[in-house]
């Protein structure tokens, strides 16, 4: 006579607790079916060569291995308006069916909140599934301006106006000097019409403008570690709320001079979106199994220690935020108050008769 191993009972459970494990294992195998033998791309807002493209490749190598089903993944370059032209094609018309990333700057991601400017894209309909890393932002001046400018207060004192290279008034790169200029007073101005930042490197070279607001922890460390070291280049301001960022050296922290809660608010919703350097989007109604396999595969990816030893050979270290980090950031910039929105816009944008570069 054979005997049952499992009773009756127990063997209703198990058929039971093995017909809801089904479906989990069937959404697992079909991501996987989904991107076996299809390739990804992952398009950047910038064009080839600079840091968005470069962290995006090294990203690219090794995305793949950690999707089920491991796609090949390709990088392609959308350049145009700061990210917006990637972030609109990526918003409207990219297929929505999880082949198709966007790395975008997170400055063009909070234009819609100032309603300035027509964009025809919402950050917070975009499944975001991860952001490479973290940055702090510092300005500086090319030997001292000519002034022996080294720090803020210097140049909030100084008696020649200092010129800051920009491309334009909409740019960070405009909005920060004119942070300086409007609410701490520092006699600064800004020159717009410079394409990024190796016109405006040649420019503070060549005496054209004294200095720009567009120096990153990771660029301090890369294509101006020489430049800082020999002392050509001085920092003399930094933003992150934190505290200082000891690469930046005696660079000048914002947030201590503030003397208000307005101006805190202001400086937090300018400010922050520069620490968000490199956030990739999903398009709005990609499938949430698949996105939720993407940022499993971004989380892996960026602990994968070949990646840490690419990015440690050119002198990269990467300071990841998840998906679901990154939504949360992007909803408390988005709840800010509506006149401090409004203030921040009209201090920090040069509207009337904006200088050019000749």
């Not at 894209?121 to 301006?145: L, Y």
């Not at 140049?155 to 010129?163: E, F, G, M, P, Q």
């Not at 070949?306 to 909803?331: C, T």
Request: some cysteine; overall charge positive.
């Amino acid at each position: 006579m054979s005997v049952s191993l499992v009773s009756r009972p127990s063997f209703a459970i198990l058929s039971i607790c093995l017909m809801g494990a089904a479906p989990l294992a069937s959404k697992a195998d079909s991501v996987s079916e989904f991107y076996t033998g299809k390739t990804l791309t992952l398009q950047v807002g910038f064009s080839a060569g600079g840091g968005y493209d470069t962290s995006a490749r090294i990203l690219a190598k090794y995305f793949g291995n950690h999707l089920p089903g491991k796609p090949t993944v390709v990088v392609q370059n959308v350049p145009g308006g700061g990210s917006t032209k990637l972030a609109s094609s990526l918003f409207n018309t990219a297929p929505k069916n999880g082949l198709f990333l966007g790395m975008v700057s997170s400055s063009a991601m909070v234009i819609p909140l100032y309603g300035k400017r027509k964009v025809k894209f919402s950050p917070d309909k975009f499944e975001w599934v991860g952001n490479v890393h973290r940055d702090a932002v510092a300005c500086g001046v090319w030997r001292g301006a000519g002034q022996d400018i080294k720090s803020l207060t210097d140049l909030v004192k100084a008696k020649k106006t200092v010129i800051f290279g920009s491309s334009r008034p909409t740019s960070n790169l405009s909005k920060f000097p004119m942070f300086l200029k409007n609410v701490l007073g520092a006699n600064v101005e800004v020159v717009h019409g410079y394409r990024g930042s190796k016109p405006i490197t040649l420019a503070m070279q060549r005496g054209e403008v004294d200095g720009a607001c567009m120096f990153y922890g990771s660029s301090i460390q890369g294509p101006y570690k020489q430049m800082y070291e020999s002392g050509d280049l001085n920092l003399i301001a930094q933003y992150g709320e934190d505290g200082k960022v000891p690469l930046f050296g005696d660079a000048t922290p914002i947030f201590p001079l503030l003397k208000t809660d307005e101006q805190r608010d202001m400086a937090r919703l300018l400010f922050a979106p520069a620490e968000l350097t490199r956030p990739i989007a999903a398009p709005p109604g990609t499938p949430k199994d698949r996105v939720a396999a993407l940022r499993k595969a971004f989380t892996d990816t960026m602990a994968d220690p070949a990646l840490k030893a690419d990015a440690k050979k050119m002198n990269i270290a990467f300071d990841p935020m998840s998906g679901a980090e990154v939504n949360r950031w992007f909803a408390e910039i988005y709840s800010k108050p509506r006149a401090i929105v409004e203030k921040t816009y009209t201090l920090t944008v040069a509207k009337k008769n904006p200088k050019t570069k000749k």
